[in-house]
Nanobody, 121 residues
């Protein structure tokens, strides 16, 4: 069993910065992909940023240049540094990790519990 625990959300003003953290624990052989998604009220969940082996990163156009995704391999942790926050960044943010529990297992997607980020104007 694998668990993801998120920390770091909160209420900030436009232009401020926040850092989200997502730590994975449990039976982990390898984490192949780490990402952040968000869901704003009344909208569908959308990809914010993803980090794959390589490492390669991909960002939503709306956050490109403002957000940075990174990982701490030793701790199976994925971070999202959010700068120059805008009111439209307000959402519940979810981390996602594609985990292998052993060398021969398929990947399984795991999700964090969700963390609210509110940006006031």
């Amino acid at each position: 069993q694998v668990q993801l625990v998120e920390t770091g959300g909160g209420l900030v003003q436009a232009g401020d910065s926040l850092r989200l953290s997502c730590a994975a624990s449990g039976s982990i052989f390898r984490v192949n992909r780490m990402g952040w998604y968000r869901q704003a009220p009344g909208k569908q969940r959308e990809l914010v940023a993803v980090l794959t082996s390589g490492p390669r990163t991909n960002y939503a156009s709306s956050v490109q240049g403002r957000f940075t995704i990174s990982r701490d391999n030793a701790k199976n942790t994925v971070l999202l540094q959010m700068n120059s926050l805008k009111p439209e960044d307000t959402a519940v943010y979810y981390c996602n990790e594609a985990v292998q529990t052993d060398l021969f297992s398929d990947e399984t997607d795991y999700w964090g519990q969700g963390n609210t980020v509110t940006v006031s104007s």
